[in-house]
């Protein structure tokens, strides 16, 4: 999924060398919310990758002037005695045909567009691994904190069974059961640290911070179609499309050109010296130069290639988006239907304990309900953070940043 391989991306790409590289400068009690962690993210990330270089501003003269000016000195001596000497000094230079200017300033506005559509790119790329990282952390933190309670939970249940279990109020089965499931819940609990501690260590190789922050819901974005159309990734292909076929056309009608040339040229002579100044202007008569057949297949193999990863894209991420909303509203369904549940549940168990225990079968139903009880409360708040989480996840699909 493209969510998922924007994620891939950024973990083989970037994040192996963040770690170690940075100094924190957000401190945990400075954590707002995931937009200003997502802020902190780039600017590691701007000063570990981002190049020395200078923004291009065209000035009126390299806007008309073609390459480099060209000098050229020639002198001519006669052989007659009679004759003329020659020495000329020529400053020449092409300069843009008036109707190509428009397409000049086209192509320096869409690389304009194109830097700014990076740049977009680069943050929603930061707030997807973010989003990843930050979700992860917390689903693997709740996990730890359910089967803590869990196993603080069992350890308090554990005193009274063991007191009727002395008392002979209490059968080994039930008892064993208690027994089993408290070392079900150890066990659990010690992967779940592991894998908490994984998701923290890569949180904080990409914030610098090794605190959640306190809220990180997010609300699906308003009319999701109209937001896809602003994604930055498509909008960064449009704009590359759109500066391939203006170079083209730049390039054809850069072959005719004007020449322009400043003259000078002194002549002598039995007869006296002269000197001469003058322009000499070349104008192409073709108004557009046949179409080059290397520079036009390649032109329409980049035009092509650009165009179908922009349709396979769009389609991807509208695809993704459809199936996300389906799961969105599956989860609604599934939180009431666990709210449901574990009121229910709550029902049964005080059912249960009304009742007078007597066998084996009846004590093992009422400890075992005690149980799904639990278990099924941690369930519906794991349901709701994976709600929140998908929440993320379809705004990331439509191109919204942090």
Do not use: C
């Amino acid at each position: 999924m493209y969510f998922y391989r924007v994620f891939v991306f950024l973990t083989t790409a970037i994040i192996p060398i963040l770690s170690g590289s940075f100094s924190t400068h957000l401190q945990a009690s400075e954590l707002a919310d995931l937009a200003a962690l997502r802020a902190q993210a780039q600017e590691r990330v701007e000063q570990n990758y981002s190049s020395d270089w200078m923004a291009h501003q065209s000035s009126s003269l390299s806007r008309w002037l073609i390459g480099a000016p060209t000098l050229e000195v020639s002198a001519l001596q006669s052989n007659l005695a009679t004759g003329t000497d020659e020495i000329e000094v020529r400053l020449g230079m092409q300069i843009q045909r008036p109707d190509n200017l428009d397409l000049f300033d086209q192509m320096e506005q869409t690389n304009q567009a194109i830097l700014v559509a990076q740049e977009r790119q680069q943050t929603l790329l930061i707030s997807g691994l973010l989003r990843q990282r930050a979700w992860g952390a917390a689903m693997a933190r709740q996990q730890v904190n359910a089967l803590s309670d869990k196993q603080v939970w069992l350890t308090r249940l554990g005193t009274q069974l063991t007191e009727r279990f002395n008392a002979g109020e209490l059968s080994r089965l039930a008892y064993l059961q208690w027994q089993q499931q408290q070392l079900d819940v150890q066990q659990a609990l010690v992967s779940a640290k592991a894998e908490l501690a994984g998701a923290m260590r890569a949180y904080t190789e990409l914030t610098g911070v090794q605190t959640l922050p306190a809220n990180m819901a997010e609300s699906v974005t308003a009319n999701i179609d109209s937001a896809l159309n602003s994604h930055p990734e498509l909008k960064l292909l449009s704009l590359q499309k759109q500066y391939a076929a203006a170079a083209y056309q730049y390039g054809r009608q850069s072959q005719s050109n004007w020449d322009v040339a400043l003259v000078a040229r002194r002549l002598q002579s039995v007869m006296g010296d002269e000197n001469q100044i003058g322009i000499a202007v070349g104008i192409p008569l073709a108004i557009e130069m046949p179409a080059n057949p290397q520079n036009l297949q390649a032109w329409q193999q980049t035009d092509l290639a650009l165009s179908q990863t922009l349709m396979n894209l769009q389609m991807t991420l509208q695809q993704q988006l459809s199936t996300n909303m389906t799961s969105l509203a599956s989860l609604e369904e599934q939180i009431a239907i666990g709210e449901q549940q574990v009121a229910i549940g709550e029902q049964i168990v005080e059912q249960l304990e009304r009742l007078k225990q007597s066998s084996e079968l009846e004590q093992s139903n009422w400890l075992q309900s005690l149980l799904q009880q639990r278990d099924r409360t941690y369930q519906l708040e794991q349901l709701k953070l994976s709600q929140q989480q998908l929440v993320a996840q379809l705004n990331q699909l439509a191109g919204q940043v942090l």
